[in-house]
């Protein structure tokens, strides 16, 4: 089983950008899907991205669809997530996970076997 380290976190004024990463470690980093998500204060925790074992399928919660990108490196064993035009509602600790299942269980959040401990993205006005 992986473990996961999520970095790249901050404060970014709305319209800038930020990019976090998810470093694995193991040596069963490219058997995950691996995605993000997010929990902003007082609100319950929401899918954000997802991206298949090989990298050539992503998916993306429509509130950040044509902002974020997701990406992952399996040689680095380490998932991204490119966000741009960054808004307020964007604030939220953000999560790094992985699971052996990628589809709709992920959106569902079930099935999401690792987390890692989470990395705050504040985003001003």
């Known amino acids: 089983q992986v473990q996961l380290v999520e970095s790249g976190g901050g404060l970014v004024q709305a319209g800038g950008s930020l990019r976090l990463s998810c470093a694995a470690s193991?040596?069963?980093?490219?058997?995950?899907?691996m995605g993000w998500l997010r929990q902003a204060p007082g609100k319950e925790r929401e899918f954000v991205a997802a991206?298949?074992?090989?990298?050539?399928?992503?998916y993306y919660a429509d509130s950040v669809k044509g902002r974020f990108t997701i990406s992952r490196d399996n040689a680095k064993n380490t998932v991204y997530l490119q966000m741009n035009s960054l808004k307020p509602e964007d604030t939220a600790i953000y999560y790094c996970?992985?699971?052996?299942?990628?589809?709709?269980?992920?959106?569902?959040?079930?099935?999401?076997?690792?987390w890692g401990q989470g990395t705050l993205v504040t985003v001003s006005s």
């Open positions: 991206i298949s074992w090989n990298g050539h399928s992503t």
């Open positions: 193991g040596r069963t980093f490219s058997s995950y899907a």
């Open positions: 996970a992985a699971s052996k299942t990628y589809g709709s269980n992920w959106s569902a959040q079930e099935y999401l076997e690792v």
